[in-house]
C-alpha cells in the first residue's frame, strides 16, 4: 500500500500525558499537512510543512502542540498535556507541489485520539 | 477563503442521480471549487476538481455556472457505498494551500 500511513489508529490518553502521533506520508510527496477533525465537523488545518520546513501553523494550534518532519519524510504530531478538548481525529494528508494550480491532497486514515 | 453553503443532509436511494449544490457567492478569480468524500473513521478523498463549465471523471461530474457562484456536483446511479459527507471546497490549491472544509453534506442512500 503505498497510500497515506498513520499511528496508532487509535490512542486512549489521560489528561495531563503527552502523546506522539505518526505520519508516513507518499513517498514522493514534498508537502505534508495535519488537520484536526470533530465529531460533525470537517476537518480543520493545524499545520503544514514543504520538505522539513514547516511553512504555516493555525492560529488555533496551542503551544502544547508541536509538529515535525526532520528529514522531510514522515511527520510527527506531539500533544503535551493533554486536555480532553483534545479530543478528536488527527487526520494527516500529503501532496506534490508542482507548477500546476492543481493540488489533490491524499488523506490518511487518521488518529482518534480519546483524552479520559 | 470562499465561505460555502451546502445542504446538511440528503437522502436518495439506489439507481437515482444524486445532485449536491453549493453556493460560493465571493468566489474569488483564481478560486477552484474541489469536491472530497468521507467515509466513517476515515480521511476526505479528492472527488473531481473544476474552474468552471463542466468537468466529468469516472466518479462525478462537477457543474459550475457562468457566475461561478454555486456549483453541483451530480453523482450518477449511487449505490449504498456512496452513502458518506460530501464537502465542497472553494479555493486556490495552487501552490499546496491548506484546505478549508465545512460541515459537509450527510447522503445516505437507501435500497
Known amino acids: 500500500d503505498t497510500g497515506v500511513s498513520q499511528d496508532p489508529r487509535h490512542k486512549i490518553t489521560k489528561r495531563g500525558q503527552n502523546v506522539t502521533f505518526r505520519c508516513d506520508p507518499i513517498?514522493?510527496?514534498?508537502?505534508l499537512y495535519w488537520y484536526r477533525q470533530t465529531l460533525g465537523q470537517g476537518p480543520e488545518f493545524l499545520t503544514y510543512?514543504?520538505?522539513?520546513?514547516?511553512?504555516?501553523k493555525s492560529r488555533l494550534l496551542s503551544d502544547r502542540f508541536s509538529a515535525e518532519r526532520p528529514k522531510g519524510s514522515f511527520s510527527t504530531l506531539e500533544i503535551q498535556r493533554t486536555e480532553q478538548g483534545d479530543s478528536a481525529m488527527y487526520l494527516c494528508?500529503?501532496?506534490?507541489?508542482?507548477?500546476?494550480?492543481?493540488?489533490?491532497?491524499?488523506f490518511g486514515p487518521g488518529t482518534r485520539l480519546t483524552v479520559l | 477563503l470562499a465561505k460555502t453553503t451546502q445542504p446538511i443532509s440528503m437522502d436518495s436511494y439506489e439507481g437515482q442521480e444524486v445532485n449536491i449544490t453549493c453556493s460560493h457567492n465571493?468566489?474569488?478569480?483564481?478560486?477552484?471549487i474541489t469536491w472530497y468524500q468521507q467515509f466513517p473513521s476515515q480521511g476526505p478523498r479528492f472527488i473531481i476538481q473544476?474552474?468552471?463549465t463542466k468537468v466529468t471523471n469516472e466518479v462525478a461530474s462537477l457543474f459550475i455556472p457562468a457566475d461561478r457562484k454555486s456549483s453541483t456536483l451530480s453523482l450518477p446511479r449511487v449505490s449504498l457505498s456512496d452513502t458518506a459527507v460530501y464537502y465542497c471546497?472553494?479555493?486556490?490549491?495552487?501552490?499546496?494551500?491548506?484546505?478549508?472544509f465545512g460541515t459537509g453534506t450527510q447522503l445516505k442512500v437507501e435500497l
Open positions: 510543512f514543504q520538505n522539513e520546513a514547516q511553512l504555516e
Open positions: 473544476g474552474y468552471k
Open positions: 465571493n468566489i474569488a478569480t483564481n478560486d477552484y
Open positions: 494528508a500529503s501532496s506534490l507541489m508542482g507548477e500546476s494550480s492543481y493540488n489533490e491532497q491524499f
Open positions: 513517498s514522493e510527496h514534498n508537502r
Open positions: 471546497l472553494v479555493g486556490f490549491t495552487g501552490g499546496g494551500n491548506k484546505l478549508t
